[in-house]
DNA sequence: CTGAAAGCGCTTACAG
DNA sequence: CTGAAAGCGCTTACAG
């Protein structure tokens, strides 16, 4: 007995190869007798469709591609959770790939993912380097979503946050609260798109407040728990305590509370600090995290479903769509005397 | 003009399709004047290798699937990123699919997996409903390995950990404290294997320590923060507040701490608590969580080399292997007078 | 060291 | 409502 095909089934059935297609995906085309016969001769040899012919056939396979650098980062659990939620029940999966913050490892991933002809890319992260590649994905006839921000080039298709402003919401508010002396610890900014427009926000802020940026008070590193730890410590070594620490996610967040207790200051009795992202986590760190909310569970599954769309139908513009964000006020940060430190 | 193809980079280079094929996939077996000819030519033309063709004409395509209840935990990410690391540089890619706790959802995602005729299945967490799935996935040729235990069945891959004897060795640790009323806070052990060999070796380190288990103490739920905070909520509301609480996850024991901080009751003054995985927020709790470390990243490397092994020859035995864990002892447990409560 | 040829298992117009 | 036929782009023995 050779294998059990379309073939097969016809056979067993007594109907071609077209029309067992066309029950398996258009049924309705097909006399409810014969559909039955075909039903039932798929049940008897235990078929099994092939997806991988079904793909090679239409020439592009039916599976998205997800850029990110590391799923170790709770924030992306949900951007995950996201895609898989709008996934199911469709005939896409999901293929993840780690950069784990490499330019090469990157570009080697987009390599990868145009050879095996995806339906679609979603990027959760991705260095300043590899645009060019990107959109290169883009013209190949891949279709290349990129989240967590609003890319500068407008054809690009974006389901992202404006992370300028609500860095710039965050840093106004440190200020409202009396804070000068504001510390900022984020990702790598010189890389990073994303990471850069939080910075600016934050020196825009200050500037448009009157307060005075200390660079010795900026610290871009990746966005571990421990590497807020390093960054404070390294902060603290060279400079007086500041007021204020804006980290630019939550991870990075709670390992500068972290350091901060093990140096001996009180949060936010001594030392203000806020985070960004509003993982799971922070209503339950102590004290609790005041933290910039971002949508990642609706960024995934919008970002899925535009994928889906354009790799269905070639529509003419690009999808941009600007997810709002709020600040979440919790116990870390407190209001202090401007005069004060 | 045509498609870019092998053939089309074979008639431009002036060689058979057989040797394009060849000079991409064993360059050795292919003069070296030959070679450079193919190369120019696929510089030339923008060539673009096709893995789904590839997949196709194999009869296997080089993809490796992951089958998790959701990526809503942050242990799943050292695992994840313990794949991707051995995947790194081979031909494989990995499926991500998600079963939200799901036993139908499950046993789509399985289907699915069985359709696109995957390399390799790599499962994370499955309800013990879908036992037999696995199996007959594993007969049909789809190589099948389980992590996070050691399944009861000798045939099937395992790269795990003794739940039962992490959890024995926990309980001991509590009761040696001087705890005799220590509350369980599990995953759903009613349905998942793993969860119940760790209630398992709960009860039995009880037992042996002569301690009598108070079944008030004991909850079963899903394994995120809020649903720790809820399930220790609905233990001190019906009971005396125990004297310990064993969370068998540390997002769980996250929860439970800031319920029990939120009913009044110090950690570890009042109640000790741990947890189990070691999660990467764990030492930055407050306090520190005592728990048990889990190898998340090496399970998740071994068990993608593994999955690749399996796939690409059939020897004979199944893959079994048990790692290591071991308590980590931080300060969210003290010892007691053991007359106290 | 290289080439010709078969075949992987579907889908998709097209014809009837 | 159904069938015959071409073709998707590779890999793999086999022959030379």
Redesign the interface.
């Known amino acids: 007995m050779g294998r059990i095909d379309m073939h097969a089934v016809a056979s067993a059935a007594g109907v071609s190869q077209s029309t067992v297609s066309r029950v398996l995906h258009r049924p309705r085309l097909v006399r409810p007798e014969t559909r039955k016969l075909v039903y039932e001769a798929i049940e008897r040899l235990g078929y ?6 079904a ?2 056939n239409k ?1 592009r ?1 039916s ?1 998205i591609g997800l850029i990110i650098f ?5 924030i ?3 951007v ?2 996201g895609i ?2 709008e996934l ?2 469709t005939k896409y ?6 950069s784990r913050y490499n330019a090469a ?1 990157e570009r ?1 991933l987009i390599r ?1 993912f ?4 995806l339906s679609g890319v979603i990027v959760a992260e991705t260095t300043d380097e590899n645009r060019d590649e990107l959109r290169n994905l883009e013209r ?1 006839g891949v279709p290349t979503v990129v989240t967590w921000e609003m890319t500068e080039d407008n054809n690009c298709h974006c389901i992202g946050i404006d992370n300028y402003k609500a860095s710039y919401e965050m840093t106004q508010y440190l200020v409202t609260l009396g804070h000068r002396r504001i510390a900022f610890i984020g990702g790598r900014y010189d890389r990073i798109e994303r990471v850069r427009h939080r910075y600016q926000g934050f020196c825009d802020a200050l500037r448009d407040h009157g307060v005075t940026l200390d660079t010795g008070l900026v610290v871009g590193t990746t966005p ?3 590497d807020g730890r390093e960054a404070m410590y390294r902060i603290l070594e060279d400079n007086e305590v500041p007021s204020a620490v804006f980290a630019a996610s939550d ?1 990075l967040a ?2 500068v ?2 350091s901060l207790k093990d140096s001996g200051y009180s949060v936010p009795e001594d030392v203000s600090v806020c985070g960004f992202d509003d993982i ?2 922070a ?4 004290p609790p995290l005041t933290t910039v909310h971002v949508p990642g569970y609706k960024m995934g599954k919008l970002a899925a479903a535009s994928a889906m769309r354009l790799g269905e139908s070639t529509d003419a513009g690009a999808i941009r769509v600007c997810l709002p964000t709020s600040i979440v006020e919790r116990g870390s940060c407190r209001a202090v005397n401007p005069s004060g430190g």
């Open positions: 099994e469709y092939n997806s991988v012919a793909d090679f020439q396979s599976i590391t799923a170790r980062s709770s992306h659990a949900d995950i959770d898989q939620e199911q029940n999966s999901l293929i993840i790939g780690n490892t080697e990868l145009r050879q095996r002809r190949a571990s728990v421990t991870a709670i390992g509370i972290s799971d986590m209503p339950f760190t102590t």
